[in-house]
């Protein structure tokens, strides 16, 4: 039997969520069911890999970790949950550090409760800074506790736009960024109030690098669509 044929990718979603349901604990029926899965990939189909990251949690505000760089690629089961999800968590950690962290136990909120720091907050996957005040706190707790974080050269922090979080989209250079000329904006009215001159303030954004530095990042809206941007620099 080819998965396509018979099990299509909204069952491997369903597993998924159920996943999340029992906070990162699978129960003997859906494990056996994955395993199936996995044993009955037509090699024309999709790969392993593939399969595993349809299998990974959605988050509201960070669609696609992988992508972004903040979920890499392991062999290696959660340290947390003990199951070897195919991808680990890359992105900062505030708070307890493990090795090993997978995306369901960050998307369930056992990573936030289990990796306390030692003043006994809970463990943030992101810095909060300059959250406007429409905000509701439930939408910061989402982003800060059960949203996969990413690396930046100073403390990353995320962006809020119509009363909501944005989705975060990765890190972007110049490029990148003339393609969205409302984030190229954002960052240039940025560097006019810190005082730039418009002229160092062009050189400083033709300068910024995916993966060098300086770097933008880049957000989308969930609701009126704008790109948005922060940037940093080492
Ligand atoms: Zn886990
Ligand atoms: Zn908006």
Redesign the pocket.
């Given at each position: 039997m080819r998965i396509g044929e018979h099990l299509p990718w909204v069952h491997v979603q369903q597993i998924s969520t159920h996943w999340l349901l029992h906070r990162?604990r699978r129960p003997r029926r859906l494990r056996g069911l994955e395993d199936r899965l996995l044993a009955q990939r037509s090699p024309d189909g999709p790969g392993l890999t593939e399969l595993i990251r349809v299998t990974q949690p959605r988050f509201r505000y960070h669609p696609d970790p992988v992508a972004t760089g903040s979920a890499v690629p392991t062999v290696e089961?959660?340290?947390?949950?003990?199951?070897p999800?195919g991808w680990r968590y890359a992105g900062p950690i505030y708070g307890r550090q493990i090795d090993?962290?997978?995306?369901?136990?960050?998307a369930?909120s056992?990573?936030a409760q289990a990796l306390t720091g030692a003043a006994d907050w809970p463990c943030m996957f992101t810095d909060t800074t300059d959250v406007p005040q429409d905000v509701p706190f439930a939408v910061v707790e989402e982003i800060t506790q059960r949203t996969p974080g990413f690396d930046s050269w100073q403390q990353p922090s995320w962006l809020y736009h119509c009363g909501d979080g944005a989705a975060f989209l990765g890190a972007a250079g110049h490029e990148d960024l003339r393609a969205h000329p409302d984030a190229l904006e954002m960052i240039r009215d940025d560097l006019h109030r810190l005082g730039w001159p418009a002229d160092q303030a062009d050189a400083m954004l033709r300068r910024m690098d995916r993966s060098g530095e300086p770097t933008a990042y880049l957000f989308l809206c969930l609701h009126c669509g704008v790109h948005l941007a922060s940037w940093d620099i080492g």
């Open positions: 990162g089961a959660c340290d947390l949950c003990g199951v999800r090993v962290l997978c995306l369901h136990c960050i369930s056992e990573a």
